[in-house]
């Protein structure tokens, strides 16, 4: 069997059998899942552009399930896709052949919160929102946030090393997450689920499982640092007429505002014609070329309102700025916020939806849209730009009514190429997933791919955990 568009062989992994089916209904009784239609949601991904056709989805609750599970698959040679929210937006999390799909739908508890320190610790199943619900209740919130969090789950945030909207104030996952769970291939779990602000006790292994994409081991429970509840949060949502002036905006404010700035995003018109058309979103601020959504958290809020507003009339008298307004109740701050996080469910309206994530010096980041539209003319419907500015990632999506072969041989290597021209990252947050692993070259040197495809042989040495993902494949079988 191969996948058509992108012609790669299935490896020799064992067909999954009743007598399989049948030692997992004993292991997770009633909780595994057959059935053409009843598996048919957990085998297409969310941006419906990859489809795997898996005839098993298991839903363990417990770790001791999980290393079941894959105790057997690794000894009866069965591939095994780990799903958590099905959020991906790379084709990672759904199976490319007939692996089995693991999903963490039911380890959804958390384990403890203690609120002199901040750390949670959770089941990896466990919904972002559903997370951050019961944080803010008790004053605290999640150190991340990203638009699909009413699907995502803590554990597919860890295996992708997701960052989202909040990466400018508490940084990545990579210094918040303090300890992972994880059952790798054989079945053997490893507990580094430290709950310590400090710990250098060896190599920090948790790292290597954070972004891995499930292609290392299966995150079972996470331990996070969760910072305090602002007491006063704004928003200000703002035009500027020139990707110069976003820039220009963006150090002045990050001047003036200073340890507040909780955020700067951005977006262009044609995003904002998107929400516009496809969501009947309106905004109370038209007619720009660019959009800067600026948010501060702080403690204080009449501290917090003079330091906006000294930088507001500053941005404005010195034309940066030429519309904007700003928003301190919650019910105005979360329809700004949907302006720009209901872009991707916006942009699949359109039709076919390339995307790419990217990682650039900032000063260059809008010069790939602009390139990008030149060269493709008429050929895309629309080429927009919008991202987390602040963290020097463009988000370039690019749309067409339906997939095209050409096109998308217009639009790549030429993007990959443009980006490791100017240094930057071929996937800054969403990873390399199926989409885009045999790219991995632009943005990393041989030696390192090599290495990491000695860590996958060593922890994963039948390399049965999400098979075809991540690291590229050996050349005579990527004839892509
Ligand atoms: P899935 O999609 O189920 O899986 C993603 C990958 O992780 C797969 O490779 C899968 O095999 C693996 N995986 C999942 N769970 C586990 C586990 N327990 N153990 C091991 N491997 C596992 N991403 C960002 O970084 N920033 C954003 O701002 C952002 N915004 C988004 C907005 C929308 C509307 C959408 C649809 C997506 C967005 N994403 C964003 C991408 C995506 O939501 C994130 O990557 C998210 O972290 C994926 O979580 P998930 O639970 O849905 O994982
Ligand atoms: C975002 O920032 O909106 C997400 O990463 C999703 C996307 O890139 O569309
Ligand atoms: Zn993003």
Redo the contacts with the bound molecule.
Sequence with gaps: ATSERYAVRRLPFARLGDSDVAFFERVMPGRVVTGEEEVKPFNV???KSVRGCSQLVLKPQTTAEVSQVLRYCYEKNLAV??????????G??VPVFDEIILS?AL?NRVISFDKVSGILVCQ??CV?ERLSEYLEEQGFIMPLD???KG???????????????RLLRYGSLRGTVLGLE?VLADGSAVDCLASLRKDNTGYDLKQL?IG????L????AVSILCPQKPKAVNVAFLGCQSFAKVLETFTTCRAMLGEILSAYEFMDEKCMELVERHLKLSSPVAGSPFYVLIETSGSNSAHDEEKLNNFLEQATASGLVTDGTVATDDKKIKALWSLR??I??ALTHEGYVYKY?ISLPVGRLYDLVTDMRARLGQSAKRVVGYG?LGDGNLHLNITAESYSHSLLDAIEPFVYEWTARCSGSIS????L?FKKKQFIQYSKPSEAVALMQRFKAMLDPKGIL?PY??LPSAPESSTR
């Design positions: 991904d969310w941006l896709t780990p799903q958590g929210g099905n959020t991906g937006l790379v990672g999390s963490t380890m990896a199943g972002l990203l638009g699909a699907s995502c789950h803590i554990g597919g945030n860890m295996a992708t090393n997701a960052g989202g909207l994880v499982f891995s994409e499930g292609t081991g299966v995150i079972t996080e209901r991707t469910e994530d987390h800054a947050e969403h990873g997933g999400n993902k991540t």
